[in-house]
């Protein structure tokens, strides 16, 4: 059966009247990095291109303000700035002619990173830097003719249409929440006030545009804030909007500051999808769902229930710019899944002025700098060890052409991704090790598992490269006692391996540390497996929608019934180096079972009575029956130091390279860059 036929909701053309998107696959708003760059059009354009080939319906861009207030360093008012959208536009359209891509209009109000930042009230974000200044009559009249304005330059640079965000704790929202809109004169007050700013500026857009454009309008259906807008708002300004003229209403369904995560990994594939179908219920436009939606049969699945019309994939289409086409064409197993784990792409955009890519990925948002082209001369190369890294290398070299040999002295292909995958929470990891396999079959990679590499196995192949990717091994720190037998490691706790008592210390506080106190505290399912969980955990209720959908739900998840202490030395908070946008849920979910989390922690022994500290300089006991050890990794360079004294041409990567802050995305990274030079 093909694709088409497996998905036929999925691959239905949508007739929105003076225009027709020909699949309900839609790459959803994500700001890149490229925007504000000097030559970031050029590379939007050949990215936005590679998603167009690879058969999305249709596209939106990362966030574009419509003037100086609107806070983002992408602004589009000018000809001359839409001259430059031009080059996207027209990439977009020559890749194919029937992909539309509209350009979103983000005004981030009181969350512009400057002093000049606009609100209807001078309410400051708990995530903001500064107080924004109350717009006065003629300030709101400025920015509603700003955003007419700068969806006029839209139009004129070639969008197909524009999308409007009302939701985040960006302007428009702000207008329509109590909290953030104190006004008593005819924007603020009354509900039918509140909602005046976000309809005018609708209004006057469709005005400017004319009937024949794409104008969509995002909405918070579910904005996850303690006295956020109720149902009966959001459906009542839904349907103002429909009048107001909007082609679309593209639901979201959280503010910035919300206590709720709504896109990490440990979020359930499809969460929110049924918000989006009730209120799909009360009106007449095309509604489209987003949120970890990452293959095409959940996004069928969704179209099926009649949850929406439009199905938003986002990050997905980072993780794989063919994603579409390949569910058309019967190759869902050839995805290379969004995991979720926001490394590469909303922890760098929230991190700073780092560019956008994706863990899985590293060509995203890079495509006119890492190229995969076939090699100008096929080579033998052996790879060692089939972790991320050695996965990554052998992928891309043989993509190119080469003859590749990849060994791992394990049983299966996966490293220590093997180990992530058993964390509750990180179950999309067994995507990515179903993509590798993939790809070593579609590759003719020659796998030899089982196989332990010492140099003397190399040395008759006559490899033209050997790549070392055998990642490392876990730091035993050097503490009197590390081998009394109440000290367990990480991977033996991973495996089942070690029995692990009632009262424990973790010792190291990094990635590793939560994730293994994650795990010996877990009880039940998984949240990313069970809406119901996460509803519960998190505090949601998708059934009664209170306002914000969290408005007096208590979050519960159950108390551990171990003792947990997880410990590190530095005196820096701890789990602060964790990633920017997760990091908070895993120190929240810990700290809700009852692990207590220590940081100046000098280790002095462990003995039968547990393990001695120090605690800013206070000598303690902890009375624990297991102590696990996650210190850190060192990297395991045995056979590339025996290769390199037998003079043989041999390259590192990975963990073997350098252990010190690896994850997997440098890994990945790291390799593909190798690969393709190759
Ligand atoms: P490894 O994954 O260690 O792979 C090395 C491979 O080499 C192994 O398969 C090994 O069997 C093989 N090998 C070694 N010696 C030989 C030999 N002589 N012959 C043959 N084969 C050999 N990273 C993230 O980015 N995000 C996460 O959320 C994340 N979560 C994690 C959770 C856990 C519990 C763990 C343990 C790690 C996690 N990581 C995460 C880290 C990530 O998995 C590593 O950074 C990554 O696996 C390193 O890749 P690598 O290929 O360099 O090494
Ligand atoms: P890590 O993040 O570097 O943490 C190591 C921990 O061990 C730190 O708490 C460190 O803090 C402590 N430590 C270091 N040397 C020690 C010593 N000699 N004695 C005692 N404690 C010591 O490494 P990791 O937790 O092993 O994780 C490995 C990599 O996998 C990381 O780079 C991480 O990014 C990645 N990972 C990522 C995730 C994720 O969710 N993104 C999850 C898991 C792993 P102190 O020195 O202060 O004690
Ligand atoms: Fe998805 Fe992670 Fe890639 Fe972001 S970095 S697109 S979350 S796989």
């Known amino acids: 059966m093909s694709g088409t036929d497996r998905y036929p909701h999925l691959f239905a053309p949508l007739d929105l009247g003076f225009t027709t998107i020909k699949n309900r696959a839609l790459m959803g708003s994500m700001h890149t990095g490229l925007e504000e760059r000097e030559d970031g059009h050029l590379r939007m354009a050949e990215f936005f291109a590679e998603r167009a080939r690879g058969g999305v319906g249709m596209i939106i861009t990362g966030g574009i303000s419509p003037n100086e207030e609107g806070g983002l360093g992408a602004k589009l008012s000018t000809s001359e700035e839409a001259a430059r959208h031009k080059v996207i536009t027209d990439a977009v359209h020559a890749a194919d002619p029937d992909t539309k891509i509209c350009m979103q209009i983000l005004h981030t109000g009181p969350l512009a990173p400057h002093d000049r930042c606009v609100a209807p009230s001078p309410v400051r974000s708990r995530i903001a830097r500064f107080v924004p200044n109350e717009l006065d009559e003629a300030g709101i009249e400025k920015q509603i003719a700003d955003h007419a304005n700068c969806a006029a330059r839209a139009k004129e640079a070639g969008y197909d249409g524009v999308e409007v965000i009302g939701s985040a704790g960006y302007l428009l929202s702000t207008f329509l929440v109590e909290k953030t809109n104190l006004r008593t004169d005819q924007w603020g007050g009354t509900y039918e006030n509140r909602m005046r700013f976000p309809l005018e500026v609708v209004r006057r857009i469709r005005a400017t545009v004319g009937d024949d454009f794409i104008l969509i309008f995002r909405i918070a259906a579910m904005d996850m804030l303690q006295g956020g807008m109720s149902w009966e708002e959001v459906v009542q300004l839904a349907k103002e909007l429909e009048k107001a003229g909007v082609s679309i209403i593209s639901t979201h369904f959280t503010w910035h500051e919300s206590a709720v995560p709504t896109i990490a990994t440990m979020v359930p594939r499809a969460a929110f999808t049924s918000v989006t179908g009730r209120l799909r219920k009360e009106v007449s436009v095309p509604c489209i769902t987003s949120n970890r939606i990452n293959m095409p049969d959940v996004a069928e699945e969704v179209l099926v229930n009649g949850d929406a019309d439009i199905v938003s994939m986002a990050r997905p289409m980072l993780a794989d710019a063919e994603l579409v086409k390949k569910a058309a064409e019967g190759r869902e197993d050839e995805i290379n899944t969004c995991i979720g784990c926001n490394q590469a792409c909303l922890d760098h955009t929230f991190g700073g002025n780092q560019e956008v890519s994706c863990l899985v990925n590293p060509r995203a948002c890079h495509e006119t700098l890492l190229k995969y082209e076939p090699a100008k001369a096929q080579k033998r190369i052996a790879i060692v060890g089939a972790g991320p890294a050695g996965l990554g290398y052998a992928t891309v070299a043989a993509e190119r052409g080469h003859k590749v040999t990849l060994y791992d002295s394990a049983s299966e292909i996966g490293g220590q991704f093997n180990l992530a995958k058993r964390i509750p929470g990180k179950e999309e990891f067994y995507e990515t090790l179903r993509y590798y396999s993939k790809m070593i079959d579609v590759h003719d990679i020659d796998l030899r598992l089982n196989a332990r590499v010492s140099a003397g196995m190399l040395q008759n192949e006559n490899y033209d490269e050997i790549v070392v990717a055998t990642g490392i091994e876990p730091r035993t720190p050097n503490v009197e006692g590390i081998d009394h037998p109440k000290v367990v490691r990480y991977v033996d706790v991973i495996t089942g391996k070690a029995k692990v008592g009632k009262k424990v210390a973790i010792m190291g506080a990094g990635g590793i540390g939560f994730d293994v106190a994650e795990l010996i505290t877990h009880e039940g399912k998984s949240s990313a497996l069970d809406i119901d969980v996460f509803a519960k955990e998190w ?49 929240l979910t810990l700290a809700r079972r009852g692990v207590k989390m220590m940081n ?15 605690i800013q300089n206070d000598p303690q006991t902890l009375d624990v029956d297991t102590v696990i050890i996650c210190a850190g990794q060192e990297p395991l360079r045995t056979l590339f130091d025996e290769l390199e004294a037998s003079g043989a041409k041999v390259s590192l990567v990975g963990g073997a390279y350098e252990a010190m802050e690896l994850d997997a995305k440098r890994a990945i990274n790291q390799a593909s860059y190798l690969a393709a030079a190759v």
């Open 539 to 587: 505090g949601v209720d998708f059934e009664n929608h209170p306002r914000g959908g969290v408005t007096g739900v208590e979050p519960v998840i159950a108390k551990s019934d171990r003792e947990v202490m997880l410990l590190q030395r530095k005196t820096s908070s701890v789990g602060r180096g964790l990633g920017k946008t997760t990091g908070w849920t895993h120190r």
């Open 600 to 614: 100046g922690v000098e280790y002095l022994r462990i003995d039968d009575e547990g393990l001695h500290v120090l």
